[in-house]
């Protein structure tokens, strides 16, 4: 199988991914029960990158293997809606979605040493996906294997085929992970913190492998990161996720110039930049995530907010565009009472 | 004297000449050396009271390995080391322990430094016991509460044990740590990485408050370029075992001379899209040599840009200063002057 560019849907078509009301509960036993994601909504056309921005705990990861479907099922409550392609995922018998895992839904992880079997060559994982979605023969498998390890940029791929995960550096086995995930051209790729175990160098080269596979396929991403920094550089459309809940979803361009959840500002202007004038003072935001409200009580944020009054104390604040975006910027959406740079 | 600025500067807190951390490679029968990984090859540096060096490198590029040495935690196999000007390297196990009073350790990760079953104030009163401050314990006691808030934790917590604490929390204790014993010099490996983006800024700005107010004198290493640009006075980048370009921090990162500098800052993501969007890229080809054999010569021209057939393979380029660069920025590369007039070309170029 060579690999052929999806065939994108016609533009005004439904998403490729659509996520709805998406709300993860764990539960132990004797313990109260824990709300991971409170109701997360978003989705992701072909050919688009959609960033899923936070902290830890913020539920960014849980959404996504909410997603591919890989929370285990016990002490688990998933709800809301996943449809891939129109096709509802959550209801999905587990061996029907198995068999779309690898094919048409790919997953690339933080941590490329403990995805990858440290005692199978990494020719036998790559062609492991091809084996069990495709019907090539050895050889064919063998040949695709070769090129994917080309097209992500390892030299030398006949060797490498034959060599374990250890005899690679890091980077290099973020490729080979990006290879298998790409293995049976998916039209969703799922990256989660795909570049935060490597080093600046090589996280540049990976990101730019990862959109230029993505713009030239057309298949579809979700970037989930806590670096806004990779957001910048990478995504179409972002979503900034505070404890369990979309707090602001904006296209790339419009966060940055115009965060409006008092988060989403107050963490631009605590990352420090390089590019910064010698002697930009940071300002930190306050507290941890630790010190949240709950989402029925008020903002979750408000603890931490330099903005926050009594206002904020009411359950149900909307995801909605603020008074300032509503004519221009009708997709900036804001779950804020009290929106930065609205009033003027 | 009249001599460059580094001579005109008074006497730097700690000097650090011609360090090296070799670690032997034994193989066969006899387990005979056969050869060393070089994971610090050969380093100067100066860190002037009160200031901030900040070594930022990629990972293996041996800036912890250096930063453990210059307290001698990892025992260095060559050149000296300078604190307050007495010779850290000449000292025997009880002037050490000594001296240990004036220099101490932010670990990345704290927790991996806290005794689980000692609460934080027990913990933090141990050091002034070992060293035998004079006061006693009733006065240790209020000096550990003192410190534990000056550091933003909340009263009450020197009675908590260190898995009670959240991320941030941590470091803080970890920063008590190591001012208990009012020390002058601050070596932070790694201080915020493990922390959440925004908790991150609250360390760092009470590592610059702490700063400040006691006149403490930091060696700050860390990966993220922006982290040290935003703590440091002086900058020094380092690959492969050895700084490859150093100088006042503002300046560096506006005009970086030396090609692995320079191919860093294009690699580092900006929160901005425009900044992404326009931004030049230099992707370094392949990863980083081994350390136990290193590349002849210049030791970044495996996956230099703008290696050259000359001088590149065979000299190894030591930090120099370069025309037209008032101030202290030095480079060790052969060729800045025409890469910076852009009168070589680059391999990678299409």
Redesign the interface.
């Known amino acids: 199988m060579t690999p052929t560019p999806q065939t994108t849907p016609p533009a005004g078509a439904r998403p490729l991914l659509e996520v709805e009301d998406l709300r993860v509960r764990f539960s132990r036993r004797g313990q109260p029960a824990t709300t991971a994601v409170d109701g997360v909504s978003f989705s992701v056309d072909a050919g688009e990158v959609v960033g899923l921005v936070g902290e830890s705990g913020c539920g960014k990861s849980v959404t996504s293997l909410a997603v591919m479907g890989l929370l285990p099922s016990r002490g688990t409550r998933v709800t809301g809606s996943v449809r891939f392609d129109g096709t509802e995922l959550l209801t999905m018998a587990p061996g029907q979605l198995a068999a779309r895992r690898g094919k048409d839904l790919a997953m690339v992880f933080q941590d490329p040493m403990t995805s990858l079997n440290p005692v199978l060559t990494l020719g036998r994982q790559l062609t492991e996906v091809l084996r069990a979605h495709t019907d090539l023969d050895r050889a064919a498998r063998k040949a695709e294997a070769l090129d994917l390890l080309g097209r992500v940029g390892i030299p030398d791929p006949r060797r490498r085929l034959g060599e374990y995960p250890h005899q690679l550096s890091g980077g290099m086995r973020q490729r080979v992970l990006i290879a298998i995930a790409l293995a049976c051209s998916p039209r969703l790729i799922i990256a989660d913190e795909p570049t935060t175990a490597l080093d600046v160098t090589i996280q540049a080269q990976v990101l730019d492998l990862l959109t230029t596979l993505v713009r030239e396929s057309g298949t579809a991403m979700v970037l989930i990161t806590h670096d806004l920094g990779v957001v910048a550089g990478t995504c179409d459309r972002v979503n900034v996720l505070y404890a369990g809940r979309v707090v602001e979803s904006a296209s790339r361009q419009d966060l940055f110039a115009r965060p409006r959840h008092r988060y989403t500002s107050g963490l631009l202007a605590a990352v420090p930049r390089v590019d910064a004038p010698e002697g930009t003072p940071l300002q930190p935001v306050r507290g941890t995530v630790r010190d949240r409200l709950e989402w029925d009580a008020g903002c979750a944020f408000l603890p931490r907010c330099g903005r926050g009054d009594g206002a904020c104390r009411t359950g149900g604040i909307p995801l909605a565009p603020t008074d300032a975006d509503r004519a221009r910027h009708p997709d900036h959406e804001a779950r804020c009472v009290h929106p930065a740079g609205a009033t003027t | 004297m009249t001599g460059s600025p580094r001579e005109a500067a008074a006497a730097p807190l700690l000097q650090v000449r011609g360090l090296e951390v070799h670690y032997p490679i034994r193989s066969g029968l006899l387990k005979r050396t056969v050869g060393a990984v070089q994971a610090v090859d050969g380093v100067d540096l100066d860190v002037a009271r009160g200031t901030t060096y900040g070594l930022v490198g990629?990972?293996g590029c041996g800036k912890s390995t250096l930063g453990r040495a210059v307290l001698r935690l990892t025992e260095p196999t060559g050149g000296s080391i300078r604190i307050a000007g007495e010779d850290v390297r000449a000292m025997g196990p009880e002037a050490l322990r000594r001296a240990r009073r004036q220099m101490q350790m932010v670990f990345q990760d704290p927790l991996a430094s806290l005794d689980p079953r000692q609460s934080v104030e027990s913990a933090l009163v141990e050091p002034l016991r070992v060293h035998g401050i004079e006061g006693g314990p009733s006065a240790w006691r209020t000096r550990v509460r003192g410190l534990l808030d000056r550091v933003g934790l909340p009263s009450g917590a020197g009675a908590k044990y260190p898995h009670e604490f959240?991320?941030?929390?941590r470091q803080r204790v970890g920063i008590a740590r190591a001012l208990v014993l009012d020390p002058d010099l601050l070596v932070a490996d790694e201080p915020v990485s493990a922390l959440?983006?925004?908790?991150?800024?609250?360390v760092?700005?009470l590592l610059q408050e702490l700063q400040a107010d006691l006149g403490l004198t930091y060696l700050v290493i860390a990966?993220?370029?922006?982290?040290v640009?935003?703590m440091s006075t002086t900058v020094g980048v380092m690959y492969l075992g050895g700084i490859v370009e150093e100088g006042p921090?503002?300046q560096l990162?506006a005009r970086p001379l030396h090609p692995y500098t320079r191919?860093?800052?294009?690699?580092?993501?900006?929160?901005?899209?425009d900044?992404?969007a326009t931004r030049e890229?230099i992707?370094?080809r392949?990863?980083?040599p081994s350390p136990a054999d290193p590349p002849s010569g210049c030791r970044f021209r495996t996956r230099c840009p703008w290696v050259q057939p000359t001088r590149c393979a065979d000299e190894r380029p030591a930090l120099r200063e370069v025309a037209g660069h008032t101030g202290s920025q030095r480079v060790a590369c052969h060729w800045a002057e025409e890469i910076e007039a852009g009168t070589l070309s680059r391999a990678d170029a299409a």
Request: a negative charge; hydrophobic letters at 45%; zero cysteines.
């Open positions: 990629e990972s959240s991320g941030g929390q959440d983006v925004s908790v991150q800024a609250q760092l700005v990966h993220d370029l922006a982290v640009k935003h921090s503002a990162y191919a860093l800052l294009s690699a580092a993501p900006v929160p901005d899209p900044v992404e890229r992707l370094l392949g990863d980083l």
